[in-house]
C-alpha cells in the first residue's frame, strides 16, 4: 500500500532553515508527481510546491515564490523534500506531503501524517 512519511519538522527560530522529507513506498515513485501541502493554526490547506516524477519541472505557490524554497526528489531514494531557508513566523504550519495521481503535479492522491514545522524566537 501507498505509505509517504514526513520528517524534518521541528522548532526553528526566525531566519533558521530547514528540510522536510518524505519516503514514499508502495508504488513506483518516479512515475508521479510529488506535493508539498501546508495547513497554518486555523488555516485551510495550502498548496506549497510540487514536482513532476521525472523531476523536469516545479512549481510554486505565490505565497512562496520569491523566497528561499526549493522542492527536490531523489527517484533512487524514493524520497522528496522541501528545503526551507529564512524562515518567517507565518511558514508556521503542519507540513504534508502527498501523491499526485499522475506523473505531472496536479492533484492529490494520497497524504502523509504531515510534519510540523514552528517558526518562533
Known amino acids: 500500500q501507498v505509505q509517504l512519511v514526513e520528517s524534518g519538522g521541528g522548532l526553528v527560530q526566525p531566519g533558521g532553515s530547514l528540510t522536510l522529507s518524505c519516503a514514499a513506498s508502495?508504488?513506483?515513485?518516479?512515475?508521479?508527481?510529488m506535493n508539498w501541502v501546508r495547513q497554518a493554526p486555523g488555516k485551510g490547506l495550502e498548496w506549497v510546491s510540487g514536482?513532476?516524477?521525472?523531476?523536469?519541472?516545479?512549481?510554486y505557490a505565490d505565497s512562496v515564490k520569491g523566497r528561499q524554497f526549493t522542492i527536490s526528489r531523489d527517484n533512487a531514494k524514493n524520497t522528496v523534500y522541501l528545503e526551507i531557508n529564512n524562515l518567517k513566523p507565518e511558514d508556521t504550519a503542519v507540513y504534508y506531503c502527498?501523491?499526485?495521481?499522475?506523473?505531472?503535479?496536479?492533484?492529490?492522491?494520497?497524504w502523509g501524517q504531515g510534519t510540523q514545522v514552528i517558526v518562533s524566537s
Open positions: 514536482v513532476n516524477g521525472g523531476a523536469s519541472t516545479t512549481g
Open positions: 502527498a501523491k499526485s495521481p499522475t506523473c505531472g503535479f496536479s492533484g492529490f492522491e494520497y
Open positions: 508502495g508504488f513506483t515513485f518516479s512515475g508521479y508527481g
